[in-house]
């Protein structure tokens, strides 16, 4: 079974540039997650999606970032303008999704690396 | 804002050793699981263990939980060098879907 695919693996921009990422998840995968992860965290998580619906993005910064999952599949996370802060890990993560299922094990990309100058 | 704990924040020990790390939060939760992370690459998820659950098995892994003092421990018997890696304890809250990371535990074991 594929795993959780992203790319780029890494990117250098300078500030007030746009980045964009992209996240493959596992067949099948209903559910998607976006996480940033700064050095020396644990993930935090930016926005989750139930096929192509959010179900929170409450600690997505709206103003610059920006999440979509287009026919419930592949995802795209946007960063317009970067900012020095914004230099992290963004991991994708995807899970299966069965009605009145209350464990959610989650299968995590490699991550892209993000360094902002 | 993250809800788990993990202490300590970093581990050095023998290969062979047993290791263990600890992980706290503030919220009820459905489960709690344990995640390890290899420099420069994703989560790997390694346990699961239910708010109605004590203890759970895996391999080399033991996970104990404690609803009443919002604890758990991940125990890695006989460690090995490649099990250096940083590993963190994540919740899933009651009635949602999402996990909330703690800060992670960075063990390194010396060959």
């Known amino acids: 079974e594929a795993g959780v695919a992203q790319s780029p693996r890494y990117k250098i921009i300078e500030k007030r540039q746009s980045v964009a990422f992209w996240c493959n998840p596992i067949?099948?995968?209903?559910?998607l997650y976006w996480y940033q992860q700064i050095l020396g965290q644990g993930p935090k998580l930016l926005i989750q999606?139930?096929?192509?619906?959010?179900?929170?993005d409450s600690q997505l910064p709206k103003d610059r970032f920006s999440a979509e999952r287009l026919k419930g599949v592949d995802s795209t996370l946007k960063i317009q303008p970067a900012k020095l802060e914004d230099s992290a890990v963004y991991l994708c993560?995807?899970?299966?999704?069965?009605?009145?299922?209350?464990?959610?094990?989650?299968?995590f990309g490699p991550g892209t690396r993000l360094t902002v100058l | 804002s993250q809800q788990g704990e993990e202490d300590p924040q970093a581990l050095s020990i023998q290969e062979g050793e047993n290791a263990t790390m600890n992980c706290s939060y503030k919220t009820s939760i459905n489960n709690l699981q344990w995640y390890r992370q290899n420099s420069g690459r994703g989560l790997v998820h390694l346990i699961l263990i239910r708010s109605n659950e004590r203890e759970k098995h895996s391999g080399r892994l033991r996970v104990t939980l404690d609803t009443s003092k919002k604890s758990s421990s991940l125990l890695i018997t006989a460690s090995r060098a490649a099990d250096t890696a940083s590993y963190f304890c994540a919740t899933q809250r009651t009635g949602r879907r999402a996990l909330t990371f703690g800060s992670g535990t960075r063990l390194q074991v010396q060959p």
């Open positions: 993560a995807s899970s299966p999704f069965a009605s009145g299922r209350r464990d959610n094990e989650q299968f």
């Open positions: 067949s099948g995968h209903a559910t």
């Open positions: 999606f139930q096929n192509n619906g959010v179900v929170d």
